[in-house]
């Protein structure tokens, strides 16, 4: 059974830091592309940060120079440092690891307060 578990979210005034860990089980983590969305109020998921197995990066421009994804293979964890957060950056963030499948977690909530 293949389980996703988000952690680090919740409340941050603009400008603040928080750090998010994705916990995997049930695949073969190394194997796997993670990457983070985020889904704002009333409006689509988006992927923001993505790092595959052999740790090629991308960002989405609105993130880009201001979040950081990394991987540990060794904790089965995969990370996104938020720095300099904006209020537009409040939303449901998720993370997902990609292979055959796309497996998706069940989300942890940021709220950045102006």
């Known amino acids: 059974q293949v389980q996703l578990v988000e952690s680090g979210g919740g409340l941050v005034q603009a400008g603040g830091s928080l750090r998010l860990s994705c916990a995997a089980s049930?695949?073969?983590?190394?194997?796997?592309?993670m990457g983070w969305y985020r889904q704002a109020p009333g409006k689509e998921r988006d992927l923001i940060a993505a790092?595959?197995?052999?740790?090629?990066?991308n960002y989405a421009d609105s993130v880009k120079g201001r979040f950081t994804i990394s991987r540990d293979n060794a904790k089965n964890t995969v990370y996104l440092q938020m720095n300099s957060l904006k209020p537009e950056d409040t939303g449901v963030y998720y993370c997902t690891a990609r292979n055959r499948y796309t497996y998706w977690g069940q989300g942890t909530q940021v709220t950045v307060s102006s």
């Open positions: 049930g695949i073969i983590f190394s194997g796997n592309a």
């Open positions: 790092i595959t197995s052999s740790s090629n990066i």
